[in-house]
């Protein structure tokens, strides 16, 4: 084994290789149609996205941040109206909030998981709380059994935020459906990765499907007669077409990062750093589809166990290194950094690895190998 080799922490072309003559051929037959949206591709992804989230439809849209932002539409955020996610998340999960008028209200997460905490979201809502956005982060489920017992309780709107995890359930439920709709994208580092921008909507809810239609096509209807004031939000036929090619192998490619993920486990317990290093927990078990691979580096060593992996040609990222109330964009929300502890701490100690479906064994060895040397080489000096 060549423990030189590079090891990056993303590889479409890898993935989408195999793949090759199916796209050209779907997108050939787009090209021939003409119809590049609205046609029978974007029908067909909208019901398998669907399917996958145990939901009745499926509304495309352009890419996952106008999912988020569509629901808040469609749903019906008035200016004013708080809406309660979580910081540690990426941005466009509250920047919907903000553009219609609305409050995010940072809450803070569960240390183990990394997603929102059912007791934090408890304590935040006011009489003003109008929504709920958990994020399903890195490919795990939010503790949805918890939330949505809390948010019906109080008649409080769910959207969820599953950019990062299709097909990611508990128990076998599905991420998506659990509240009144859930947001998908097909961002291509997401693991159903298209060819450029897209997105979707899944609900059980027949009155918000349609909303979310009006809300997309500019609010218009009948044509050039427009109801309410909405945007122009499409998934384009090529997208469409591209997304059922991989669709099919979507089971194929979440069993690959769960494979990962296990050897992960597997090999950094047999290496000892647990004082070192915290791995991420699967919660759910199988649930997790694991759109990331997490870990915590203790003792404020994270950037430097960085530098040494880019050092090494490993790709590594840090999702997120700014949480969002310390954003400066959300600076007149009136934040302290230390008012969310865990995400504050998350975002000092988080470290993604590698974890694509074709990754290979022996690059997930190199991995550990050198996360390993770097502790190695630090108590050597230390001594
Ligand atoms: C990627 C992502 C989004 C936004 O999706 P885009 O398709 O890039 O607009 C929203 N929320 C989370 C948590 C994401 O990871």
């Not at 409050?103 to 007791?119: G, K, L, M, R």
């Not at 309410?228 to 979507?250: C, E, P, W, Y």
């Not at 203790?298 to 530098?307: Q, T």
């Not at 865990?342 to 975002?347: D, G």
Request: proline share 5%.
């Amino acid at each position: 084994m060549n423990t030189n080799r590079p090891v990056p922490l993303l590889d479409v072309p890898r993935g989408n290789a195999p793949m090759r003559e199916k796209f050209l051929e779907a997108l050939a037959n787009v090209v021939d149609s003409g119809r590049f949206l609205f046609g029978p591709d974007v029908k067909k992804l909208e019901e398998e996205c669907a399917r996958w989230s145990n939901a009745r439809f499926g509304v495309g849209c352009a890419s996952g941040s106008d999912a988020i932002l569509l629901s808040l539409m469609a749903v019906g955020l008035r200016e004013g109206d708080e809406v309660i996610c979580p910081s540690f998340t990426f941005f466009a999960t509250a920047s919907a909030v903000s553009r219609l008028g609305g409050v995010p209200v940072f809450v803070d997460i569960d240390p183990t998981t990394f997603n929102i905490a059912p007791a934090a979201l408890k304590a935040a809502i006011t009489e003003k709380t109008k929504a709920v956005i958990p994020v399903h982060l890195f490919g795990q489920c939010a503790d949805m059994d918890e939330i949505m017992s809390i948010c019906d309780r109080q008649g409080l709107v769910v959207i969820e935020d599953a950019a990062q995890s299709i097909g990611a359930n508990i128990n076998g439920r599905p991420a998506g459906a659990w509240g009144h709709c859930g947001c998908i994208s097909f961002y291509p580092t997401k693991n159903l990765g298209g060819m450029g921008d897209g997105g979707m909507i899944v609900t059980n809810d027949e009155e918000l499907e349609d909303r979310l239609r009006l809300y997309s096509g500019h609010g218009m209807r009948p044509r050039y007669y427009h109801k309410v004031i909405g945007i122009n939000s499409r998934l384009d036929s090529m997208q469409a077409a591209v997304l059922n090619v991989k669709i099919t192998h979507l089971d194929d490619a979440v069993a690959g990062r769960q494979r990962n993920a296990n050897l992960y486990q597997e090999l950094f317990s047999l290496a000892g750093l647990g004082d070192e290093i915290t791995l991420p927990v699967a919660k759910f078990g199988e649930g997790h589809v694991w759109n990331q691979f997490t870990i915590r580096v203790h003792a404020g060593r994270r950037d430097e166990l960085k530098a040494f992996l880019t050092e090494k040609n490993i790709g590594s990222e840090i999702y997120y290194p700014v949480p969002l109330h310390m954003q400066k964009c959300f600076q007149s929300l009136g934040y302290r950094p230390e008012d969310l502890p865990e995400t504050l701490k998350a975002s000092k100690e988080v470290l993604s690895l590698p974890i694509f479906p074709e990754l290979e064994a022996d690059e997930i060895k190199i991995v550990v190998d050198q996360v390993k040397q770097f502790f190695a080489i630090a108590q050597r000096r230390a001594a």
